[in-house]
């Protein structure tokens, strides 16, 4: 094949990449902002809509792995273009497992009766730490499309934030597990729902990081909160 035909061909090929990555990170986001507004609302309805949304991810994973495989081998890319191939099949991953725990709290609200008793109450700060999830969520995902680097080369800063809201809505609900207040099999749900926005947070952040590789070429060290915190004082 002729140079300039295979670099066409390449240039479609990384198009056709970068067109379904972009769907599936807003099939990934719209899933858990689904299965979030479900849980607030206890709306068992929602349920099947992020059922669908995994199936689809999960699809369009397997396209997106197999159009990735095909670019490397036909193809032999270099330099960024290799980068973008190989950071897009990471990030396949980490945007699937958002699909997926957003299934999980889908499963987890149709355990809930539909009148739990003070719902609101014992979401503590659940609400508030699925709000900062989907905004890492949703800024990962639009740094990737755009290819900005900069909008995501401090985002596990705010991941600190999610992770101290994890373990206030941990302390929040063991300690009215504790008093009785709290039914231990209704508590237990509440939590995984928390762990699961924990971890949501923490694959935006993967995300984020591979982003500043795919761009730049670099590969920062991640450097917690604490750590930096220690690092200030010394």
């Known amino acids: 094949m002729p140079e300039s035909a295979e670099r066409k061909a390449l240039a479609g090929g990384l198009q056709r990449l970068n067109e379904n990555m972009a769907t599936l990170a807003e099939l990934s986001e719209l899933a858990i902002r689904k299965a979030i507004d479900g849980l607030r609302r206890l709306d068992p309805g929602v349920a099947d809509d992020v059922f669908t949304l995994d199936e689809e991810i999960y699809a369009l994973q397997l396209e997106i792995e197999s159009t990735c495989v095909d670019l490397l081998a036909l193809h032999a890319p270099v330099a960024r273009d290799l980068r973008t191939i190989t950071t897009s099949l990471k990030i396949t991953t980490d945007l699937d497992r958002i699909g997926r725990y957003a299934k999980d709290i889908a499963e987890l609200t149709l355990q809930f009766h539909a009148k739990e008793a003070d719902h609101a109450r014992n979401l503590g700060s659940i609400p508030q730490m699925a709000e900062m999830t989907i905004r ?99």
Do not use: W
Not at 199 to 206: G, P
């Open 136 to 234: 890492l969520v949703d800024r990962a995902a639009r740094a990737f499309v755009e290819r900005d680097a900069e909008s995501v080369r401090h985002i596990e800063e705010e991941d600190d934030s999610v992770d101290l809201l994890h373990e206030q809505a941990f302390q929040e609900i063991i300690g009215r597990m504790k008093t009785g207040e709290l039914d231990t099999e209704v508590g237990a749900r509440y939590i995984l729902v928390s762990r699961y926005l924990e971890r949501i947070a923490d694959h935006a952040v993967n995300i984020g990081e591979r982003v500043v590789y795919m761009v730049t070429g670099e590969r920062a060290p991640r450097i917690r909160a604490a750590v930096r915190a220690r690092e200030e004082r010394t």
